[in-house]
């Protein structure tokens, strides 16, 4: 045990996950391609990425229903494949498709994952007795799962997956397919649940992030292309930025103010937007900047002889920040 | 308890709440019946012999069980993969041998109940004269050790597919290869059959055991069989790659 002890100590701080160059190719597909990233201690984790990213197949090496073809991965400071069966036992899982046993009872399906991580039928009763409450499901314990909905499943999954208590819980996708007042319902159990446990959960639903996540990782075509809190991310997004500006031009020439914007020291791209003919004409553009141009745009425009109607900046946020970074441009 | 019980008993539950138990138990003891009575198998009609014996029952039992039991182990891994439940069994702290012995002790309690049910044949002949009891439970125990084998087969190429139909042809093919095919090939391939090839099939070494001779060597021959077949199925199921 003390051997065991010092071998989670030698972790870097509050790291409760560490993965390493994770690879994980299937036949010619390289689902990922050589992913790190860690998870801390007590946090909710938000794994992103549109479908097909590598999300569930980063889940499932964690929670190894399958192996991975390189890297390496410690659970709790324990080697992830040399050690299998241990770190499953600090992991609860709910996976992407919630399948369960629908031939069974709520109650003695809960009691058959109870038993199969090593409680007696005493401890199991007294643990469902407090899960059934925590995750809502009390009335339907001497249902067959057969039987329920999609959202109360997935509560029965969750009591699975929390059933042994475990210091790390790995949800993939969560509230896919539930209504909209279950969601809000699973979320403010997944924040509740955060409060204790470390959580790692997927989804590709950016307000759910916003709402619960303390952490993100971008995950696209197999490779982390963002990591760290939400503000960090839009902040480090923020060097790249769009200006709405709308000009009522002196001339009326549109494309001769496009020309002039793009002309600019620092900007990218200026589009036509949209144009408003009553009561004036004035000409909304689109610039793409890598730094402040405001001030340039302004001293243009009044020595152009034109009004400055909007000058606005306008801020990446997260929508904006995942299509940047997962859009096949 | 022991995940491997555990499993064990999920499994057994979940059998028998399937009709294909109550099928394949009927269809045993009614096949049984009807060699065992009226000698369907090449063996003599039960009343016109005239003698005290539950030998036609042990002569016939194994062609029935290597029918009946892939349907009973059909669904064991297959349906798992199917329905995705898999991913949390193997998720679960248990190692994958684990759940194949698991899976296949829960098969062997329907295969337990089977056996029970055609204790009527001997408790009738006991009735009527006094039969050999070691030959009675010689013939048990050989029909124990080959249904489990014919169930370890089953489960092995249950982890083969997902789809049950596929596992149930595969373990009734397999089955009824090694029960009688291996020995007609045999035959069909040497005028005189060398020992040492013959000694290798089923049948052989089955064939002690009706006769009431309990033999370790035989013992031996059918546990190699079925730990070569659970070591094939925790081995397809480690190699799992599907997503």
């Given at each position: 045990m003390a051997h065991k002890d010092a071998q989670r100590d030698g972790t870097s701080a509050g790291a409760v996950i560490q993965i390493r160059d994770l690879q994980k190719s299937y036949g010619d597909f390289q689902a990922l391609k050589g992913i790190s990233f860690e998870v801390r201690r007590g946090e909710i984790l938000g794994l992103l990425g549109?479908?097909?990213?590598g999300k569930s197949t980063t889940m499932k090496i964690l929670t190894s229903f399958i192996s991975a073809s390189s890297g390496s991965v410690t659970v709790d400071g324990l080697d992830l494949f040399r050690e299998p069966i241990e770190t499953r036992r600090r992991i609860g899982y709910l996976p992407e498709s919630t399948a369960l046993y629908t031939d069974m009872v709520v109650y003695d399906y809960l009691v058959y994952c109870g038993e199969m991580r090593g409680f007696t039928r005493k401890e199991c009763d007294e643990r469902i007795a407090k899960l059934a409450r925590r995750v809502g499901i009390v009335e339907k314990l001497s249902a067959s799962i057969g039987t329920l909905s999609k959202g109360y499943k997935q509560r029965v999954g969750l009591a699975q997956a929390l059933l042994h208590n475990p210091p790390i819980v790995i949800l993939d996708e969560p509230t896919s397919g539930l209504d909209p007042n279950q969601i809000v319902e699973i979320r403010e159990l997944i924040k509740e649940l955060g409060k204790d446990h470390t959580v790692i959960l997927s989804t590709h639903i950016l307000p759910e992030v916003r709402q619960t996540c303390d952490r993100i990782v971008i995950i696209h075509r197999g490779n982390v292309v963002a990591d760290g809190t939400i503000e960090e991310i839009e902040g480090k997004m923020a060097d790249e930025h769009e200006l709405i500006v709308g000009l009522q031009l002196a001339d009326g020439d549109g494309e001769k103010a496009r020309t002039a914007l793009a002309a600019i020291a620092g900007v990218r791209k200026a589009v036509i937007g949209y144009q408003v003919h009553a009561p004036v004409t004035h000409l909304h553009f689109t610039v793409s900047a890598s730094r402040d141009v405001r001030p340039d745009i302004a001293r243009y425009a009044s020595e152009a002889g034109h009004t400055v109607i909007e000058l606005r900046r306008k801020s990446m946020d997260l929508e904006g920040i995942f299509q940047h970074l997962t859009s096949d441009r | 308890m022991k995940p491997v019980l555990v499993i064990a008993r999920r499994e057994l539950a979940a059998t028998f709440d399937s009709p294909i138990a109550y099928i394949a138990a009927t269809v045993f003891l009614i096949a049984t019946g009807l060699m065992f009575f009226?000698?369907?198998?090449?063996?003599?009609?039960f009343f016109e012999a005239r003698q005290a014996t539950v030998r036609p029952l042990f002569d016939s039992a194994p062609w029935v069980l290597a029918v009946i039991l892939p349907a009973v182990t059909m669904r064991l891994v297959a349906e798992e993969k199917k329905s995705g439940t898999l991913e949390l069994l193997v998720t679960l702290p248990v190692s994958d041998l684990e759940i194949i012995i698991g899976k296949l002790l829960g098969a062997m309690g329907f295969l337990v109940v089977a056996l029970a049910l055609t204790a009527v044949f001997p408790l009738l002949v006991l009735q009527l004269g006094s039969p050999d009891i070691g030959a009675i439970v010689g013939g048990y125990l050989g029909l124990f050790l080959i249904g489990t084998t014919f169930l370890a087969l089953g489960v092995m190429t249950s982890t083969w597919t997902h789809n049950q139909i596929v596992a149930f042809i595969l373990g009734l093919l397999l089955c009824i290869f090694f029960w009688t095919a291996t020995d007609a090939l045999i035959k069909l391939a040497f005028e005189r059959p060398p020992m040492a090839l013959t000694l290798l099939t089923f049948k052989q070494q089955f064939a002690s055991f009706s006769k009431g001779v309990i033999d370790l060597r035989n013992i031996i021959y059918f546990a190699s069989v079925i730990a070569v077949a659970v070591a094939a199925s925790t081995w397809t199921l480690r190699s799992r790659n599907w997503k």
């Open positions: 549109p479908n097909g990213a | 009226f000698g369907i198998d090449g063996g003599e009609d």
